[in-house]
Nanobody, 117 residues
Framework: QVRVVESGGGLVEAGESLRLACAAS??????????MGWYRQAAGKERELVAD???????NYADSVKGRFTVSRDNAKNTVYLQMNGVKLEDTAVYTC?????????WGRGTQVTVSS
């Protein structure tokens, strides 16, 4: 019932910036969305949490992205963003959005981010 769609991925040069967006829809969200987060999976590696944000605005970041990435949300639009500054080659991965609502987790299909040198 709940759909999660990511956007904003693409090819970006190392050191530059990119902003991802994730919009949740279809659930009505009468009771509010809980945590919204970003995960990523690079080729040959396990999926890892990049950053997440609670409904009240509390954020959490992986050590590898602290100081470079910023997660934010627009509750009115049921959307979470990931501002990626100073990207590195190792940031190349499929970035997937996770939305928590009424005790369930919903996942998007992901958006590819490729960092070039």
């Amino acid at each position: 019932q709940v759909r999660v769609v990511e956007s904003g991925g693409g090819l970006v040069e190392a050191g530059e910036s990119l902003r991802l967006a994730c919009a949740a829809s279809g659930g009505g969200f009468v009771f509010g969305i809980n945590v919204m987060g970003w995960y990523r999976q690079a080729a040959g590696k396990e999926r890892e949490l990049v950053a997440d944000i609670t409904s009240s605005g509390t954020t959490n970041y992986a050590d590898s992205v602290k100081g470079r990435f910023t997660v934010s949300r627009d509750n009115a639009k049921n959307t979470v963003y990931l501002q990626m500054n100073g990207v590195k080659l190792e940031d190349t991965a499929v970035y997937t959005c996770n939305v928590g609502y009424l005790g369930r987790d919903y996942w998007g299909r992901g958006t590819q981010v490729t960092v070039s040198s």
